[in-house]
């Protein structure tokens, strides 16, 4: 436990992930990861909070949400909830179906994550958080500089790192990634031993996820070489501030529509949200 706890406390400092004045918003699923690496921070004595973004997955969300709520009550922790409904008027699910009939055809993962990052940077904003803080931990890292890298996309992949994004635009709150070198069996176990109210499922709607290929060659491959994630995150972080540098721009591109930071005229989320009219 103190080996974790201190991996973290070095990550946030080795890449100065949080100062003593920082107003910290801790993304919050309900499951082990981002509710270790909120009692964490917590413990450290940063000042936290929490969010969660409840795109109601039936009785998976549901749990998830009691599990969250009790756990901040136990650690006298503010937290702030937010509904796909009372946002988008239906749950994950029902949005995947009307986009579906549309003739959208997008997982159910990349619906859910374009959403909920929208939300978590609207709702930043709202309660002036200076940081939002993800559960992401070092399987997480390795899985997604894998799948950038065989979908060509030096892009995204400077978009990675313990700290993430390219650019710091005043509309987007930065994000950090304190569970960057921890690996997920590690906090399965520090949860386990900490015995936080935590459900060790999967999300059911992630079934069909390219992350699951992923996740699943590295798993294999680690049984023959066990460093490989570490591996993997250790020489892409050698590279990582040439690729910033190279696609960083001078210029901020805005959401002509919402107004948040968009490569694009309209940004994912409005593109979505405008196929359910």
Known sequence: MKRIEQKVRETIEKYRLINKKDKVLVACSGGKDSTAVLYILNKLGCNVSAITVDALIGNYTKQNLKNIKRFCKEQKIKLHIVSFREEFGYSLCYLKSILANKGVKLGSCTICGVLRRYLLNKYAKKLKADIITTGHNMDDEAQSVLMNLFKNDPELLARLGPKTGINNFNKFTPRIKPLYFVSEKEVIEYSRLMKFPVKYDTCPCRTDAYRNH???????????????????????????PLLKKKFKSGKPDYCKNCGEPSKKEKCMACQILERLK
């Open 214 to 240: 992923i996740r699943k060659l590295l798993d294999n491959y680690e049984k023959k070489n066990p460093d490989v994630k570490k591996n993997i995150i250790e020489n892409f972080l050698m590279f990582l």
